[in-house]
């Protein structure tokens, strides 16, 4: 393992437990933190949500995270309040690990930027 790998291993466990303290359970993986991103961003408050509404919330964290690197734009929000984003650059041809390395370094960054907390 690269030690940037390493790194970015030990900053995401950190992250895992920074959302353990807040929300009294560690997220399981990657798509637990974006919906919870995604949740966050909706702004909606604490409700249950179908499959399909938690799909669109993780869609919705995974453009907000990589609009940092100016892959996506918020284009606003519908009548009932849910963001919309859209596409302006070509995301790269990744693999699976690579798309996943991608979406940890911009949630970490998502924290770093919205919420000043740096791991």
């Given at each position: 393992m690269y030690k940037r790998d390493l790194t970015l291993e030990r900053s995401w466990n950190a992250l895992l437990l920074h959302l353990?303290?807040?929300?009294?359970?560690?997220?399981?993986?990657?798509?637990?933190?974006?919906?919870?991103?995604?949740?966050?961003?909706?702004?909606?408050?604490?409700?249950?949500?179908?499959?399909?509404?938690k799909q669109d919330l993780m869609h919705i964290a995974i453009c907000k995270v990589l609009s940092y690197s100016g892959f996506y734009e918020l284009e606003g929000l519908d009548e009932e309040g849910w963001p919309h984003w859209r596409l302006i650059k070509k995301l790269p041809s990744f693999n699976l690990?690579?798309?996943?390395?991608?979406?940890?370094?911009?949630?970490?960054?998502?924290?770093?930027?919205d919420f000043d907390i740096r791991f």
């Amino acid at each position: 393992m690269y030690k940037r790998d390493l790194t970015l291993e030990r900053s995401w466990n950190a992250l895992l437990l920074h959302l353990e303290k807040i929300i009294g359970k560690k997220p399981g993986d990657l798509n637990a933190v974006l919906f919870l991103i995604g949740a966050q961003e909706l702004g909606q408050g604490k409700r249950s949500f179908s499959k399909e509404e938690k799909q669109d919330l993780m869609h919705i964290a995974i453009c907000k995270v990589l609009s940092y690197s100016g892959f996506y734009e918020l284009e606003g929000l519908d009548e009932e309040g849910w963001p919309h984003w859209r596409l302006i650059k070509k995301l790269p041809s990744f693999n699976l690990l690579e798309q996943e390395k991608l979406l940890k370094i911009q949630v970490l960054e998502y924290f770093e930027i919205d919420f000043d907390i740096r791991f």
